[in-house]
Each structure stands twice: as structure tokens, then as C-alpha cells.
């Protein structure tokens, strides 16, 4: 009696081994296209923290640099009978930082942020960078800040599109953000600030 031993030979081992490495260059040049989207979910996280970091410091400074900064008795553009505080507040012309304010941690009004449509390293606008930020906590975020005048009174959404223009701007301002991941989508954000 004379018995087969089963097993692969030497070309079936060759073509099966050929095949899987076929197979494996293929299912990894997929893997390799995937991985640069698996970091956007990480990057939007932290552009929402910037976003909402940055919000907090804009939202924390008075509405406009006329305001009443002694006790908030008046508001910019107000008119009061008797009393000499007839301010207006500033046109949208001058939007962005006052004389001196060279810095985020000199910025008094919220309008001082708006970056006059340039996009700026987001490092640079968080107050706290001259306190020991680091610089790589958002390296290669850019952030662009347009704040414009708007009128809540008719409570309408076009009023919260509506930029004043003649009229005394003293019922509200939009802060639109943007922010710009490395190697990312653009995120928008929207907050408003009310003269009070």
C-alpha cells in the first residue's frame, strides 16, 4: 500500500502567498487614504475649544469703546435727557483695535477683535499667549474675526443680517468667527453681544 501525504507543494505556497500580498496591498493602500481623515474629528474638537475660548474673552469686554466703562450706567448711542453722555458708538468703518491696543490683553471692546478680513495666527489673538500660552497649543490654527452692527429691535431674522448703517448702532454686534485647522475644512461661528 502506498499513501499520499497530503500537504501544499512548493507553487501552491508561491501562488497563495502571492495572492494575499495582492490582497493586503490593497486593503492597506485603503487604510492609508482614510488616515489623514481620521485626525479632522480631532481638529474640529479643538477648534470648537478655540472658538469657544476666544468667544469668552470677546464676550467678557464692553460693547463698544464708547460705552460707560466707569459703572454701566449709559450706553453707547444713547441719548439721555439732562446729562451730558450722548456718545455714539463706533462706525463699522472703524471696527478692529483702537489706538494703542497693540495686543488681546490691551483689547477693552468687542470690536477691537475684528481682524479687517485678514486671517491671523490663533495664538496671537488668545490674551493669555503673553502669559505663558504655549505656542504650539494651536499652531497652524488661523482665525479670521468680522464683527458687524445689527439691530435686534424688529426681532425679524433680517434684522440679525441687517448691518446699520445712518441709524445710531447701539442695539447689538455679530461676531462671526472662523476658524481654519491645519489641513482642514473652514469652521464658522456666530455669537452676538448686546449693548448692555
Known sequence: M??????????EMIVGMSLMAIAL?????ML?????????PVRQVQAAQLAQRLYGEILSRSFDEYSDHSNGKYRCGETITGDPYDDKCTHADLYGPDGGETSPYLYND???YHTKGLWVEANDLLQSSL??????EYRQFKVLITVT????????AESFITAC?????????????????????????????GNY
Open 25 to 29: 496591498t490593497g486593503v492597506l493602500s
Open 2 to 11: 502506498h499513501h499520499h501525504k497530503r500537504g501544499f507543494t512548493l507553487i
Open 131 to 136: 502669559h505663558g500660552t504655549p505656542d504650539e
Open 32 to 40: 492609508i487614504n482614510l488616515a489623514p481623515h481620521t485626525i479632522d
Open 165 to 193: 448703517s445712518e441709524k445710531k448702532c447701539s442695539i447689538g454686534k455679530r461676531i462671526d468667527m472662523s476658524i481654519l485647522p491645519p489641513r482642514g475644512t473652514q469652521i464658522d461661528f456666530t455669537a452676538f453681544r
Open 149 to 156: 452692527s445689527v439691530d435686534f429691535s424688529s426681532g425679524g
Open 110 to 112: 468687542v470690536d477691537d
